[in-house]
């Protein structure tokens, strides 16, 4: 299961003795953005940890980069270089051999991504 509950996320912010920054005015906007950027940087010291697996880790920022995505889209429209970030987050599941392309489609479904692409 990703990383996508919000209170988890409060949890591992302060696990990892970090704070959310204010880069959006948008709130959803500013979450989705500061979970993402959380889980991306600080992968391996959450694996470290012990609670969640590397798979839980990226589906999290998949999950968390998507949102992230919709919800910028939605305020400032498309932007080809960070749809180019959400594949590389597909081909870092794909190093570790955990792409499952139905967990991928569900997470934009619930997102109401795939209604939304091109």
Same mark, same amino acid.
């Given at each position: 299961?990703? +990383? %996508? #509950?919000?209170?988890?996320?409060?949890?591992?912010?302060?696990? +990892?003795?970090?704070?959310?920054? +204010?880069?959006?005015?948008? &709130?959803?906007?500013? =979450?989705?953005?500061?979970? &993402?950027?959380?889980?991306?940087?600080?992968?391996?010291?959450?694996?470290?940890?012990?609670?969640? #697996?590397?798979?839980?880790?990226?589906?999290?920022?998949?999950?968390?980069?998507? %949102?992230?995505?919709?919800?910028?889209?939605?305020?400032?429209?498309?932007? &080809?270089?960070? =749809?180019?970030?959400?594949?590389?987050?597909?081909?870092?599941?794909?190093? @570790?051999?955990?792409?499952?392309?139905?967990?991928? =489609? #569900?997470? @934009?479904? =619930?997102?109401?991504?795939?209604?939304? %692409?091109?």
């Amino acid at each position: 299961m990703p +990383l %996508k #509950s919000p209170e988890l996320m409060a949890e591992l912010f302060t696990l +990892l003795n970090r704070t959310p920054t +204010l880069v959006y005015q948008n &709130a959803e906007l500013n =979450e989705a953005f500061n979970n &993402a950027i959380l889980l991306e940087e600080n992968e391996q010291a959450i694996a470290a940890a012990g609670q969640y #697996s590397i798979r839980e880790i990226l589906y999290g920022r998949y999950y968390w980069y998507t %949102k992230f995505l919709c919800c910028y889209e939605a305020a400032y429209g498309k932007d &080809a270089g960070m =749809e180019q970030a959400q594949f590389k987050i597909i081909e870092a599941m794909d190093y @570790e051999g955990i792409v499952d392309c139905g967990i991928l =489609e #569900s997470i @934009e479904r =619930e997102l109401g991504r795939d209604t939304q %692409k091109r």
